[in-house]
């Protein structure tokens, strides 16, 4: 019997409980000190309790995993607190397909896979010589925001850079990614590829609340200019967002070709969830920063199902349930190598 596993944080108690309603068993891997509140959850089987995540590529872990035939979910604390290579090295069947996690977390490679999607992307900027609008400073890997900034000439970058790193915030050697700021209504685009209908299917969209950029909002212009600190973009949370419905087609054919261009640069392609992470603009046109070739922590806010999944499901299905699902499947036909990596 096929059980989920996952890493404890992010959505692992949405992924445990749509695991839980389809019948499979559930395993948390918890650090020590989240024990108490994962023991909260009764549809939580079993706690693999270790230090730090990055045991989950020790021997002791990986046994617990195998002999009861999980699969893990990755998730964005997977990505944030592990490279790529120690990902790649699990040993464990992975939802989805690992390799593509890689391109997540590296930029260059993030950005050819967007451009081969023929996503609608900010221009890079090379360097901050050449920065000559509005423009967003961010990080490598899933770093969730922290440490962002916008500058908006090279003297606001070296100002505003120098100043996060005497603070700590960001280190001295780290090769920061510009680019174009886009402005416009919020919207993180979810989707489900389906490896055993090939069938893309589209959950939900939803918009992420991020400190301390939305209180600048809630203060007068004269406080704003006064304040010293350089606003960061840390997720506090989501939520929900229904787009016009004469923008749906765009949606599936952005996410139809994500999913052709995966096929072709990362076999065996975009598989299971994903998010294309962008902003309209006044004319509602898209435009495409981000994406995570993973579930994202967004769709948390559909633990009771989406209003898009209540379109094609005629019961309540999560994101976590509906991953179960496709493993519950593949599991009953001898098709787990076609959903796992
Ligand atoms: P990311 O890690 O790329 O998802 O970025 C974190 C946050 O920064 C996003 O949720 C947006 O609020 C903001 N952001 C990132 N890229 C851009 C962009 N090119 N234009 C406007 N806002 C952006």
Redesign the pocket.
């Known amino acids: 019997m096929t059980s989920i596993a996952t890493l404890g944080s992010h959505c692992a108690l949405q992924v445990l409980k749509g695991a839980k309603d389809e019948g499979l068993k559930t395993l948390l891997v918890c650090e020590k000190k989240r024990e108490s509140l994962y023991r909260r959850f009764s549809f939580i089987d079993e706690l693999i309790l270790v230090d730090s995540f990055s045991e989950v590529i020790e021997q002791k872990c990986q046994s617990t995993l195998e002999q009861n035939n999980a699969v893990i979910i990755p998730h964005g604390t997977l990505i944030a607190q592990m490279s790529s290579e120690e990902i790649e090295s699990i040993k464990t069947p992975i939802f989805g397909n690992k390799w593509i996690l890689r391109w997540e977390s590296d930029r260059e490679m993030k950005e050819k896979l967007m451009r081969e999607a023929n996503l609608p992307v ?1 221009k890079p900027v090379t360097t901050p010589s050449e920065i000559d609008k509005l ?2 400073v ?2 490598q890997g ?4 922290k440490g ?1 900034f ?1 500058a908006a000439n090279e003297e606001d970058y070296n100002t505003k850079r120098n100043q996060l790193v005497s603070e700590g915030t960001i280190s001295s050697d780290e090769t920061l990614y510009i ?6 209504v ?1 919207a ?1 685009l979810q989707f489900f590829y389906s490896p055993l209908k090939q069938e893309l299917e589209f959950f939900g969209v939803d918009q ?1 609340h ?1 400190s301390d ?1 939305e209180g600048l909002a809630r203060i007068p212009s004269e406080q704003q200019l006064k304040s010293k600190k350089v606003p960061s ?1 840390n ?1 506090i949370g989501n939520s929900p967002l229904v787009l016009r419905e004469s923008l749906l087609d765009e949606v599936y054919k952005m996410g139809d070709s994500f999913v052709e261009a995966a096929k072709r640069l990362v076999k065996p392609g975009m598989n299971g969830p994903f998010c294309i ?3 309209y603009d006044e004319n509602a046109k898209f ?1 495409a ?2 994406f ?1 070739a993973r579930i994202v922590a967004g769709t948390n806010i559909y633990m009771d199902g989406s209003p898009y999944y209540s379109l094609l499901y005629d019961e309540p299905m999560s994101m976590g349930k509906r991953i179960a699902r496709e493993v519950k499947i593949a599991s009953e036909h001898n098709q787990l190598d076609k959903v796992t990596t």
């Open positions: 900010p423009v967003i961010k990080r899933a770093a969730g925001g962002y916008m680019q174009e700021y886009a402005a416009g919020l993180y992420r991020e950029i973009f997720v992470e962008g902003v435009t920063f981000e995570s």
